[in-house]
C-alpha cells in the first residue's frame, strides 16, 4: 500500500507539480490552506505531512503546534524562510526536518523516505489477538488486516492501552482533537467505524456502550 501523504502549499505552480511528482510513489492530498489541512486530518491519516510557512490563513508553524498536542505523524517543512533561527523555529515546533526553497527533487525524495523509515520503525499496541500499529495505522488480528483513520487509531490505542476503563465522550475528546471543535457526534461515529472494523478484522475486542457514562474497552 502506497504511504499516504498530505502537501500543504499554497503557490499555484508549485503545489500541483510537487503533487503530480510525489504521486508517482505515494498516494497526496494537496491542501492549498491551513483551514483545508485541519479538515482533511480530521476524516483522514497520513504517514507524512509536507508543509509550506507561508500560507494564505495563517503560519504553517501554528498547524505543526497545533498537530503536536495529539499526533506525532513527521511534518517536513518546506520553505523559503532560510535563516538558522528560521529553521530552528520550525524544528523547535516539532517539525521533524527543514528543507529550504528552492530544493532539489532528489534531495526532497530522499528526506521523505528517511522521515517514513523512521516512522516505520515506530511501535505499537497489542491485546488479545489483536494488535494496533500507532506508525502504520493499521489493526491485525490473525491473518486480517484494516487501516485506520488517524483519529480512529488514536482512540483504539488509548483504550488498547486502558481496557476496562470506562471514557466519557469529554474524556476521547480531550485526547483527541488539537484545533478543532468536534462535531456533535463526531465521537460517536468514529466508534461506530472502529466497531465495524474490529468485527471486521475478527478481533476478540468489542466497544461497549455504557449508557450516559460513556465507552468500554473489554475483550
Known amino acids: 500500500m ?4 498530505l502537501l500543504v502549499e499554497d503557490d499555484p505552480h508549485l503545489g ?5 511528482y510525489l ?7 494537496h491542501s ?3 483551514r483545508d489541512a485541519q ?4 476524516t483522514h491519516s497520513a504517514q507524512l505531512i509536507l508543509l509550506d510557512l507561508n500560507l494564505p490563513d495563517g503560519d504553517g508553524l501554528d498547524l505543526v503546534s497545533a498537530l503536536r498536542q495529539y499526533s506525532s505523524t513527521p511534518v517536513l517543512i518546506l520553505s523559503a524562510r532560510s535563516a538558522v533561527q528560521e529553521r530552528v523555529s520550525g524544528l523547535n515546533a516539532g517539525a521533524d526536518d527543514y528543507l529550504t526553497k528552492p530544493f532539489a527533487m532528489p534531495e526532497l525524495d530522499a528526506r521523505i523516505s528517511a522521515l517514513l523509515r523512521r516512522t516505520a520503525a515506530g511501535g505499537g499496541v497489542s491485546l488479545g489477538n489483536t494488535s494496533l500499529s500507532t506508525s ?7 491473518e486480517e488486516n484494516a487501516t485506520l483513520t488517524e483519529h480512529e487509531a488514536r482512540i483504539l490505542e488509548l483504550m488498547m492501552r486502558t481496557p476496562d476503563r470506562v471514557f466519557s465522550r469529554a474524556d476521547i475528546e480531550s485526547h483527541l482533537y488539537g484545533w478543532e471543535t468536534p462535531n456533535s457526534n463526531s465521537v460517536e461515529v468514529r466508534i461506530s467505524q472502529l466497531r465495524k472494523k474490529l468485527e471486521q478484522v475478527g478481533s476478540d475486542l468489542r466497544i461497549r456502550t455504557i449508557r450516559n457514562v460513556g465507552y468500554v474497552l473489554q475483550s
Open 32 to 34: 492549498p490552506t491551513i
Open 23 to 29: 504521486s508517482a510513489d505515494y498516494q497526496v492530498h
Open 136 to 142: 502504520s495505522l493499521t489493526l491485525q488480528a490473525g
Open 39 to 42: 479538515g482533511w486530518l480530521g
Open 16 to 20: 500541483p507539480l510537487l503533487r503530480d
Open 2 to 5: 502506497l504511504a499516504q501523504l
